[in-house]
């Protein structure tokens, strides 16, 4: 049996084994099954109107009696620039017409950062999740301390000390250690500014060194041995993500779970082409010809992401699959295809506990 540490003894959970967040892959079935095997499964809810990110919890609540945790985006509102987005549109055009669809005349600002959403807020405070995490940021001093007021658990992204040193001095009460290896979107605050790309393990080091918080260590960790691992680096839990997308209960298509188990996910890259922030995914034609000319910049978050959207849901009408964001850590070739709480279960074995 695992001895709690105070991570898990403050949280509430039996394990320390968190389930990434993952807007758009994660679901109340995925966080309701880690959540019931002993773990913290999580929603991400960046990506979500607050009618939807409401119905989440609530379903998530009719599937468990366990602590969850709700995660944000904290970005920058995007810096809207015509002449960029219309280079950036200009960029993407061969993509375009090779699918036979006109490239957009607009694009839009798809997702309404938590800094300047005060419904999302609202409705946090008054649904009261157990945890609530920040990426690629953090909010306000008085949003922080109306949740925590509220008893409210809560965790933030870090790339570097520096970002971890914004989040213990604005009262954060963990830290989750995000290193170049892990898969999907960097929690990086400034996107622009020079990136290190610490590893998992280097990044978490530094920070159980000069933290009095509780460190959470991802990146690239798929199986107990990866768990065990960053425990023994002084992590007081492990933060999963590709490990639980080939989950049945996750929403990822057929496609994407099909190229996480095949060659495919032997090859990912650190990429701005999707969305302008840095993300890990599967190599495709996307992020190939993104990356193509680094003289053209693409628009700013999120607004580059809704050309990426666009571009794969034209594509998809064909059954063509290579324009997808298939978001991927390092670590996808050890993930096994399992069902949530069987995972968690052969995690917790592995780990000897």
Same mark, same amino acid.
């Given at each position: 049996m695992y001895k709690q540490n105070r991570f898990c003894s403050d949280v509430g959970i039996q394990y320390p084994i968190i389930q990434a967040p993952m807007a758009g892959v994660? &679901?109340?079935?995925?966080?309701?099954?880690?959540?019931?095997?002993? #773990?913290? #499964?999580?929603?991400? @809810?960046?990506?979500?109107?607050?009618?939807?990110?409401?119905?989440? @919890?609530?379903?998530?609540?009719s599937l468990t009696n366990k602590p969850f945790n709700v995660n944000v985006f904290c970005h920058e509102p995007a810096s809207r620039n015509d002449q960029v987005e219309r280079a950036w549109l200009a960029h993407l055009s061969p993509l375009f017409a090779e699918l036979d669809e006109m490239v957009p005349e607009t694009l839009n600002e798809i997702y309404t950062s938590f800094i300047s959403s005060d419904d999302v807020f609202d409705m946090l405070v008054e649904t009261k999740p157990a945890v609530v995490s920040f990426h690629f940021g953090l909010p306000s001093d008085e949003k922080i301390h109306a949740l925590k007021k509220r008893g409210i658990y809560t965790i933030a992204t870090a790339t570097n000390p520096d970002e971890a040193r914004f989040v213990e001095d604005s009262g954060i009460n963990a830290i989750v250690a995000q290193g170049i290896e892990a898969?999907?979107?960097?929690? @990086?605050?400034?996107?622009?500014?020079?990136?290190?790309?610490? &590893?998992?393990?280097?990044? &978490?080091?530094?920070?159980?060194?000069?933290?009095s918080l509780p460190i959470i260590a991802a990146g690239g960790i798929v199986d107990g041995a990866g768990i065990k691992a960053a425990m023994h680096l002084g992590a007081e839990a492990a933060q999963l993500g590709t490990a639980f997308i080939v989950c049945p209960e996750s929403a990822a298509s057929n496609d994407y779970r099909a190229a996480l188990t095949s060659e495919r996910s032997l090859k990912t890259k650190l990429t701005s082409a999707i969305s302008d922030r840095p993300a890990r995914g599967i190599v495709n034609r996307l992020i190939c010809h993104g990356d193509s000319d680094k003289t053209v910049l693409p628009a700013s978050y999120p607004v580059a992401y809704d050309a990426a959207k666009k571009l794969h849901s034209a594509a998809s009408k064909q059954d063509n699959f290579d324009f997808a964001a298939y978001w991927s850590g390092q670590g996808a070739p050890l993930k096994r295809a399992l069902p949530a709480d069987t995972l968690v279960k052969l995690l917790v074995n592995e780990c000897n506990w």
């Open positions: 994660s &679901t109340p079935a995925l966080a309701a099954a880690v959540s019931n095997a002993g #773990g913290l #499964g999580s929603l991400g @809810i960046g990506a979500s109107d607050v009618k939807s990110a409401r119905k989440l @919890i609530e379903d998530t609540r898969g999907g979107h960097r929690g @990086i605050f400034e996107p622009n500014a020079t990136d290190e790309k610490l &590893t998992t393990s280097v990044l &978490t080091r530094k920070l159980v060194a000069q933290s």
